[in-house]
């Protein structure tokens, strides 16, 4: 019988066109230096180097359960792209590492975590910290009512309105003392977060 025959080999990934070693090196690159960087010293063109990621970070994941006895969590988003484009991430505060993101910033978006998280999972939470933001808390105060709902520190000095500690959807400004405590910059009217314009924000 003619024709091709494809057979597994220790040195390679299936469906890869390079060597496992190879591949393993250009994934580390990509996530230490620049792209030029990565294609120039292994002469590998960069669409090249996107699929060799996806393969070593399967092949990583194969096997491994990321959201597996997680008990406090911190939840946020990060802009990848012009034109209102977002990652929500999620990531473990035990370990500090990312164990879970997903295009878009939105209740369905939290609700698809929730989902693969599991509700045995999701009832072992303690703790989620994120921002003020009502797609966020809206779906924690539904799907994990247990937990206590940290804000954030940026969302804290601002002053923004916060779910309360008990996520049960109900929203409180911070008191007085908090917002008089917030820095005041040199110049200004002397209004808490108040900026002059002279000095570099921080």
């Given at each position: ?150 804000l954030d520190p940026y969302t804290w000095w601002r002053g923004s309105a916060m779910p309360s500690t008990r996520c049960a959807g109900r929203y409180e400004t911070p008191p007085a003392a908090a917002r008089a405590a917030e820095p005041r910059c040199p110049g200004s009217s002397g209004a808490p ?10």
């Amino acid at each position: 019988m003619h024709g091709p025959t494809v057979i597994a080999v220790p040195w390679a990934r299936h469906g890869a066109r390079f060597t496992t070693a190879l591949e393993d090196t250009a994934a580390w690159l990509a996530a230490r230096t620049s792209a030029s960087a990565v294609t120039g010293l292994l002469r590998v063109v960069w669409r090249n180097v996107v699929a060799i990621v996806g393969r070593v970070v399967d092949a990583a994941a194969a096997g491994t359960d990321r959201l597996a006895g997680r008990r406090r969590i911190g939840i946020d988003e990060v802009a990848y792209r012009k034109g209102q484009r977002y990652l929500t991430l999620v990531v473990d505060h035990d370990t500090g590492r990312l164990v879970w993101a997903a295009d878009g910033r939105d209740k369905a978006t939290m609700n698809r975590f929730f989902d693969e998280l599991g509700a045995d999972r999701a009832a072992a939470l303690t703790h989620v910290s994120a921002a003020a933001a009502g797609w966020i808390g809206d779906v924690v105060a539904e799907r994990v009512p247990q937990a206590v709902y940290c804000l954030d520190p940026y969302t804290w000095w601002r002053g923004s309105a916060m779910p309360s500690t008990r996520c049960a959807g109900r929203y409180e400004t911070p008191p007085a003392a908090a917002r008089a405590a917030e820095p005041r910059c040199p110049g200004s009217s002397g209004a808490p977060g108040g900026h002059c314009g002279r000095t570099r924000r921080t």
